[in-house]
Nanobody, 125 residues
Framework: QVQLVESGGGLVQTGGSLRLSCAASGRTFSSYGVGWFRQASGKEREFVAGISWNGINTYYADSVKGRFTISRDNAKNTMYLQMNSLKPEDTAVYYC??????????????????WGQGTQVTVSS
C-alpha cells in the first residue's frame, strides 16, 4: 500500500557529501515512521538513521552520528538523508523504509513493512 523510491546515490570522494531522497506514494506518509538502512557487499543490512512519524524523534547509528542527518517533509511525502564527511566504509546500497509501528524510532529491519529498491553510494579513497 506504500511505494518508496530512492534517489541521489552516486560516486563521491572521501570527505564529500551526498543527499539521498525517498519519495513515497500510497498511504498517508505522515502515518509512518521511516528510516534509512544500508547493506555493504558481503554484510548484513544495518540501520543507519530513523525518524518518528511526527518528526520529533531521531536516532542514528554510532557510525554515522554527527555526519548524517535524517529529515522528512510530510507535505511533500518525502524523506531525506544528508550525508557529510563521507568515508569509504560508508560504501553500500542504501534503502529507505517505512514502518507502521508509530512508537519511537525503530531500528530493526524486521520492524519495517515497506522498502525502496535501493540506491548505490560509493565513496572512493
Amino acid at each position: 500500500q506504500v511505494q518508496l523510491v530512492e534517489s541521489g546515490g552516486g560516486l563521491v570522494q572521501t570527505g564529500g557529501s551526498l543527499r539521498l531522497s525517498c519519495a513515497a506514494s500510497g498511504r498517508t506518509f505522515s502515518s509512518y515512521g521511516v528510516g534509512w538502512f544500508r547493506q555493504a557487499s558481503g554484510k548484513e543490512r544495518e540501520f543507519v538513521a530513523g525518524i518518528s512519524w511526527n518528526g520529533i524523534n531521531t536516532y542514528y547509528a554510532d557510525s554515522v552520528k554527527g555526519r548524517f542527518t535524517i529529515s522528512r517533509d510530510n507535505a511533500k511525502n518525502t524523506m531525506y538523508l544528508q550525508m557529510n564527511s563521507l568515508k569509504p566504509e560508508d560504501t553500500a546500497v542504501y534503502y529507505c523504509a517505512a514502518t507502521q509501528v508509530r512508537v519511537g524510532v525503530r531500528i530493526n529491519p524486521s520492524e519495517y513493512d515497506y522498502w525502496g529498491q535501493g540506491t548505490q553510494v560509493t565513496v572512493s579513497s
